[in-house]
């Protein structure tokens, strides 16, 4: 069977608004990060900060950071609309989650249009990872922030 334009996956969406309690930061710098909601989420935000902070980002006045629930999604284009985005980082939160029907692979760096998406794993495997003797992980994201913060194409 042949694909057509129709050919796509719909995912219900919840209205981003709803969310304004799982919302925080300035945005000054237009960087969306989406992560889901855990235990811990206090240290887990803590060592996200540390991240940023590694490539000049201010995690509560650069980025707009949005905690979603297990199995949420949103309408990243309607969250767009009202907060500007350049870069969207998605902590182990699948880009279908965010109504984007385009392929994000794990740990690379994809432009479409004017914004850049990262997909990396979930903060809780980072976190964890940050004690064994090789953290593929890490270096991943570490390669691809640097490449969209420090050293930009």
Request: proline share 7%; net charge positive.
């Amino acid at each position: 069977m042949k694909p057509n334009l129709l050919d796509f996956h719909l995912f219900p969406l919840s209205d981003w608004r709803q969310l304004q309690e799982r919302l925080s930061g300035g945005n000054a710098r237009h960087v969306l990060i989406v992560v889901e909601q855990e235990e811990n989420q206090a240290e887990l935000t803590d060592y996200l900060g540390k991240i940023l902070s590694a490539v000049k980002l201010n995690l509560q006045e650069d980025t707009l950071l949005l905690r979603l629930t297990k199995g949420e999604n949103i309408s990243f284009s309607s969250l767009a609309r009202v907060h500007p985005v350049r870069q969207t980082l998605l902590f182990g939160v699948p880009p279908r989650r965010l109504g984007l029907h385009f392929t994000l692979p794990p740990g690379q760096l994809v432009t479409a249009g004017e914004r850049a998406f990262l997909y990396a794993g979930p903060l809780r495997s980072l976190w964890e990872e940050r004690e064994a003797a090789a953290r593929p992980q890490a270096a991943a994201l570490w390669k691809n922030l640097k490449q969209l913060f420090i050293d930009p194409y």
